[in-house]
């Protein structure tokens, strides 16, 4: 095996995009990942595309943008694990070099939803569970699968509503601190707590939004990385793990097994005590599509003890400069959720993290030099677990 | 890099599968698989999906199929490369294993193309180019792409319409051989000149079916490999290349320069001298999507010079027995072409050749061990060439 690193990340700005063609968004994220590298298209072997394709009047977008972005003749390939599909394009793009297959890849995630309607978009989330018995038989979205484990969550440990929204507000201060974030606006508990409620006990401000935007980073084989820069962020595993299709199968609604499972298989791979978790990273990006994921997320992690998630966001832990920050990016909740982007955003983010490049308002003490990407598909159907570090990983 | 092998195939019947879910179909290629792997689901720790998605009502297969076939919590992938999506699934396995990140990955291919109308696959497949410029603006569908090849090629090399219907007789007599084919039923030349043209010089018997399907095979590391089969086939490489998206922005129409991209590389790593490779391999396997792809492909892969593929194809020397015998399952012309599963039916026909376990008919005469599989997303948007080989790669 091939020790491979992150070399080069472009990020467009999250939002709205209607003036753009997804191969114009993708391009502008690679442009920016290759000038970071240093290197041209041509140095590009392999380019792997993270996109649903439910948005694209393109069935073929991995082709559309290698056309547009002039990386042909590089081998490519679109892959998806629905909201986690930015991660499985760090995989593809990864494992290409890992595999002794290509010294530079290139891994790209973009989506463009706002050509839908919200109606277009209801349904196509929706169904991504099991379209025949959840969401056309029983008529579930995808506000009420998380609302479901949401109220479980409640329920079982006598958190409160007030706790979801610290994570509303959090990811809403920092995405005021990042320029490529969908939303500039500070909220308050109070703001959350009057919003609308979409699917009891989340809220509009528990959501993230529909969004458009593309994120790209350049991974090289080490000997490459070594010339191109003095910080490689080396990826130094990624565990995956697949839910039931159904809910319904589920043992309980307090924790997504998937993301368990992957945390497991990560962490005895880099060697990390699961119960210290929380020790061994610098800082963290993790799934939030609703705010009840984030804290799901702090306890599938090991962060915290079972129960105690929403204590840790109530206390104001994962802020920086607390236990573990997370998602100082704004995380998907207001930075923005563009489908296929957003693993791939937690990968540019995480190295420009370790990199120390980030304005100090939202720069994570980089202390060990270690950092855990959480990117999660539907609800749990998919979890994609990545560590980068910068120092090497020991084998290879 | 960690050597890895095909240690277990399955395969459905292709054809029409109205009374089967897409996942049933999966499950049964699956299953077929595992025991001729002689595993079970638990020893599976990667499942990589090919499949299009365009025609499947939930837009999560990879997760529905792991569900159904008792795969969770492993994790997985869906990958699209078109229509070699099923290669693109074989690549996501194989990259698993040989970057030691699992001892055995599944890849499966699949596709359920009956739902759809012909008016909705006419649709979907003329997408699968530049949606905008060359779908939308000037009307062109897939069939009228590979016209636009074939008419070229016969301009300049003056091969006839019965050149191209040899290809068909061939492949349709081989599938006849082949239980899993569409196509039970021997043509003549006669035959295909007397079809309804479709896009000339493109008749209906020039063109591959609308057909259902799945394949999947195992993948395993060399430690595990040796330890489940005394024949594993091993994965000897993988090269892939992109063309543009728009076929106005290619040189030529005689032929696919990602193919030949792929080739080219492909060859170098595996030390195939381009000018000989018949001569390399017993068996091929290339994507015969239209009779004139067929031809191309043979002058793409160095089988024959350029401008004498349709000899080869006239004067039978890719029937077995022949220079190189090609498509001795009948192909995606007869065979059928389920888009995600093609790719992956290549794997597991390549791999009961390698064995020697098909019926002495359409059984190649294995003397070096060495088969090598072209698959084409599109009109040669993507090009996807692996080779398989009896005797273990050097390195690893």
Redesign the interface.
Known sequence: ??NAAIVGVGHTKFGRATDK?LQELAWEAIKEALQDAGITQRDVQ??AVGN???WS????P???I???SD????????????CASGS?AV??A???V????ADIALAVGVEKMSESTNLQVVE?IG??????WEF?QFGLTFPGYYAMYATAYLHRYGAKEEDLAAIAVKNHYYADLNPHAHFHKRITIDDVMKSRYVAWPLKLFDCSPQTDGAAAVVIASEKIARKLTDTPVWIR??????????LS?RSNFLSL??AV??AEEAYKRAGVERDKAYKYFDVAEVHDCFTIAEILAYEDLGFVERGQGYALAREGETYKGGRIPVNLDGGLKAKGHPIGATGVSMAAELTKQLRQQNPPERQADIKRGWAIAHNI??TG????ITIYTLDKPPTG
């Open positions: 095996m091939v063609q392999f380019v649903t394709g439910r009047s393109d069935p073929l991995a082709v559309v290698s056309e547009y990386l042909c003749p590089a081998g490519s390939i679109r892959v998806e694990a629905a499985a995989r593809a990864y494992q290409t890992a595999s002794g297959q196509m169904r991504a569970g099991n379209f025949f056309e595993t990624q565990a995956v793990a697949t839910g039931t299709s159904n199968k097994d998937s499972k992957a598909g539907g159907h998919y979890a994609y």
